[in-house]
């Protein structure tokens, strides 16, 4: 009248983790390439300079773009 309850025996919990190798090493890229933007961002040259308003900016944010996409990959 009581059912005992079994388990299978050969249950493999393998840990997986959430992300591949491969989405490690594009959110390693993101981030380079975020702080190669910040780089390019200092400096004590014209405040006004193309490098500073512009390129190092849209640089931080194509980082970040790439990082949401390394995130996303499936």
Do not use: H
Not at 6 to 17: A, F, G, H, I, W
Not at 18 to 34: C, D, E, M, P
Request: hydrophobic share 50%; glycine share 6%; net charge positive.
């Amino acid at each position: 009248m009581t059912e005992k309850k079994t388990s299978p025996v050969n249950q493999d919990r393998k840990s997986e983790l959430v992300f591949t190798k491969k989405n490690y090493q594009l959110l390693l890229i993101s981030i380079a390439i975020v702080v190669f933007g910040f780089i390019l961002m200092i400096g004590t040259t014209d405040i006004y300079d193309f490098r500073k308003t512009l390129l190092a900016p849209m640089v931080v944010l194509f980082g970040f773009g790439f990082g949401v996409y390394a995130i996303l990959k499936k």
